[in-house]
């Protein structure tokens, strides 16, 4: 098993940026999962934001945020990153840590297998 753990979010003015910090534990290596960014608003899906393979190796990085956000992870530190650049009111959710132990490198929360607690980023306009 892995335990996600989120945290850096808060409020942050349009134009702004954050980095968001994703630990991880547990009995299952992180060197052997891929892991994921997700977001979800009020009201609406999950949304996919990125996803980094197991060994850095391989990433997709959402449209809508593709250019403005960067993933990253360094296993040695059993941590993933989310680095958010000219944010916008529509960024504005929860945003989820997830880790997906088997596959291709996916894009969709049925993939994925462990899930942080969520951390609250609030851009305001």
């Known amino acids: 098993q892995v335990q996600l753990a989120e945290s850096g979010g808060g409020l942050v003015q349009a134009g702004g940026s954050l980095r968001l910090s994703c630990a991880a534990s547990g009995r299952r290596s992180i060197s052997s999962v891929h892991m994921g960014w997700f977001r979800q608003a009020p009201g609406k899906e999950r949304e996919f934001v990125a996803s980094?393979?197991?060994?850095?190796?391989?990433?997709y990085i959402a449209d809508s945020v593709k250019g403005r956000f960067t993933i990253s992870r360094d296993n040695a530190k059993n941590m993933a990153y989310l680095q958010m650049n000219s944010l916008k009111p529509e960024d504005t959710a929860v945003y989820y840590c997830?880790?997906?132990?088997?596959?291709?490198?996916?894009?969709?929360?049925?993939?994925?297998?462990?899930w942080g607690q969520g951390t609250q980023v609030t851009v305001s306009s």
């Open positions: 997830a880790a997906q132990r088997f596959g291709v490198l996916a894009t969709t929360v049925r993939n994925y297998d462990y």
């Open positions: 980094i393979a197991w060994n850095g190796d391989n990433s």
